[in-house]
């Protein structure tokens, strides 16, 4: 087993830079989401945040017994669908590499059998902001 997957909480929103790669193992990746598409994003696209599928992870665990996670998702997406949405994507589809509500466990798992340099972005579970996990 190699290195662990590291984990790094940057404020605010997605840099362009994330828009220029692409997740190493993206076909196991999609494989996992057959709804998304590996292509580039243009940061220029302007999407209806109305017109976006959710993001995974979106909806609340069956019997989740902690009432502060719901209303965090339920800010976060308010936050995503206001200021995030229209910077993400074309024809409202999210890119390969962004896993919205995925916890730092699961994240671990998938990213464990991937190659080093390989990575994905998620909401945090903590606060508003967008989690890069990377091997």
């Known amino acids: 087993m190699g290195p662990s997957p590291s984990t ?20 196991s990746i999609l494989r996992a989401r057959p709804h998304l598409s590996p292509r580039l994003l243009s940061p220029s696209l302007q999407v209806p945040a ?34 995030q949405a229209r910077r993400l ?9 962004f896993h919205g509500f995925i916890s730092r466990r699961d994240t671990e798992q998938l ?11 998620r909401f945090s579970e903590s606060t508003i902001a967008f989690v890069l996990s990377y091997r």
């Open 8 to 27: 790094h909480t940057p404020a605010g929103t997605v840099s362009s830079w994330a828009t220029s790669g692409a997740p190493c193992g993206e076909q």
């Open 50 to 83: 109305s017109s976006w599928p959710s993001p995974p992870g979106w909806s609340p665990q069956a019997g989740d017994p902690r009432p502060e996670l719901v209303g965090l998702r339920a800010r976060t997406r308010l936050w995503f669908e206001q200021t």
């Open 111 to 121: 990213l464990q059998d991937q190659p080093l340099g390989c990575f994905l972005v």
């Open 89 to 97: 994507g074309a024809e409202g589809e999210l890119p390969a590499w």
